[in-house]
């Protein structure tokens, strides 16, 4: 069982971390979004102390596996000083402080949590350290630059004073001052996560776990995108037990009941029928993006010198790739849950874009955003697919229209026939080589269609959306390039993946490097670190992964293959050694080298780059989707080729 009733929090301490979760609507500290508890101080809209010394940092950012939660508390607690093991971290509420300055909007994508908010949260620590300190040199009557912190404690001399023992002086103390020097930092230190040890033991919840008191369950069956529900066996669906209504929309059909099996096995006696998506199915993705290719009206992103001057007579290399769309495929089938309670709207669910679900909350009840209480629960699914909160709306009237709290699901079947594929690509590549080595010319025309952009429009209740390809330049030092982009008008509904449109660009830019140097005779190694020299970074990725993996040159015979890529600010260069077993592509061993800059956690960045990996391999070894009615069947992972 969750509470409900009070605020949620995550409490570090080592092997032992705790999990405490719950909500509450506090008053609110003057000047800061946060709420108090128990005598809690605040400290701007990132920090609160408690009187026993429990460090609470607001969180803005989504946990979706990628240890957010973690360390953009660990960026915090060490510019505070703060014990470790008295750090919890609670989501941000809703503010205006807590909008990814990256995206102007409270969002969890693009590999932006650490670059939007290192320095919002360090600046946050160390103000904090500043006030503590004030208190107590004040207390001691001494130079505030002669304490040291540390450990949760300011010290000076054989004295010592705890967080919790300062917090409400320290909260009156006037900003500026000396803020010590620090006895020793976090910052560095693999930490362990805070969410690690409650995901082991199964107590931390998602929004599936949420129960509230007289809630029901509801299921439903949507529609196509362009269809409308064309019948169902009303009889045959309320005969189910522990079922009380089902409830029939132009778009969808409704079951609702006391559990959630019932609710589901109501839908599936009921049958529901619906129209629309005719020949929507994946051989028509493929003419839309043919068809864009030969007509589409391309947006120019990079155009430096002339290709066709310097090719002149001459015949180019070229090449054409196809990247399927891929689906989320993620284990937390769509959920959330709604309770009205005079006037005001309570959502839970899992939430990457929360400013654009709460807005979304409020249009669906007709209320005024202030009125909506948005709780954004832990994301089961780290693809990306909750920057899209479907089921928030329909949750919230039918929570309306039955006057009682309600929980809607999606099964894990419908979750994937909903689902929003990542966007496929049509690349068309030429290239003419220099002849003292290395590309003269690059043109490339990449034919695709917006991902994060048309997750934000659909949530922002707008209509189409631009098309953007951050990175699609290759990294190299080529005199010539030119480089463009097509929107394609799919069959289909695509929105945002993990990686985003860098990870479509970067494989066919580098497939197509692979192909260039093995068609001019060149070793793939040398021939990408011939033009590099102005990306040092990237240079040294690429030679210490080829060193870790034992690069023997991918000549005949090998089994080995080389890409690096430079997006969100990071660089990473893999090998990867891979063959063919029972006709199918088998990948045996992967070696990546990273530099992201600063590492605040290294276990982190350990297992983001693992995770990415894995993640990566189970979409380029999966099968091509199959889509009908514009919609993606649903086959057991197994049957998409997931091991």
Known sequence: MIALDRRSLLVAGGAGVGLVVAFALWP?????????????????????????????????????????????????????????????????????????????????????????????LRAAGLEARRRLVGAAAERWDVDPAECRVGGGAVRHGGKALGFGALAEAAADVASGGSPGPLERRLFGQALPRLDGP?????????????????????????????????????????????????????????????NGWAVEQALKAAAPRFSGGAGRDRAAVDRALDTALRSGEAETLVARGDFDAAVGSARALAATYRIAPALHLGLEPMSATARWSGGRLEVWAPVQAYDLARAAAARAGAVDAAKVVLYPMPVGDSGGRAVEADLIPLAVTLARRLGKPLQLSLSASASINHDRPRPPLLARMAAMPAPAGGIAAWRARFVTAPGLKASLARMRGEDGARLDLPGAEPPYAIPIAEVAGVTADLPIATGYMRGGSEALTAFANESFLDELARSLGREPLAFRMAM??????????????????????????????LACASAFGSH????????????????????????????????LVRQQVEGGLIHALGLATAAAPEFVAGMPVARALAAQGVR
Not at 224 to 241: M, Q, T
Not at 546 to 554: E, I, P, R
Not at 578 to 584: E, H, L, T, W, Y
């Open 532 to 561: 590099l020299g102005g990306r040092p970074r990237l240079a040294r990725v690429l030679s210490a992964a080829a060193s870790a993996a034992g690069w023997d040159g991918g000549g005949p015979g090998s089994r080995m293959g």
């Open 572 to 603: 990473i260069a893999l090998v990867a050694v891979a063959g063919i077993a029972d006709q199918r592509v088998a990948v045996e061993k992967l070696f990546a080298a990273v530099d992201c800059g600063r590492i605040v956690n290294p276990a």
């Open 198 to 258: 409650p995901k082991a033991r199964g107590a931390l919840r998602f929004a599936g776990d949420v129960r509230l008191p007289d809630m029901l369950f509801a299921a439903v069956r949507l529609a196509p995108s362009d269809g409308e529900l064309a019948g169902f066996d009303k009889d045959a669906g309320l005969a189910v037990r522990g079922v009380r209504e089902l409830i029939a929309d132009r778009a969808w059909l409704a079951a609702v009941g006391d």
């Open 28 to 120: 609110r500290q003057p000047g800061s979004p946060l709420t108090a508890l128990g005598g809690e101080q605040v400290f701007g809209p990132f920090l609160k102390i408690a009187p026993d010394g429990t460090v609470t940092v607001a969180v803005p950012q989504a946990e979706t596996g990628q240890g957010v939660w973690t360390g953009l508390a660990q960026v915090a607690a060490d510019a505070l000083g703060a014990d470790w093991q008295r750090v919890a971290v609670e989501p941000a509420p809703a503010a205006p402080d807590y909008a990814n300055p990256l995206f102007d909007t409270r969002l969890t994508a693009g590999s932006t949590s650490m670059r939007a908010f290192y320095g919002p």
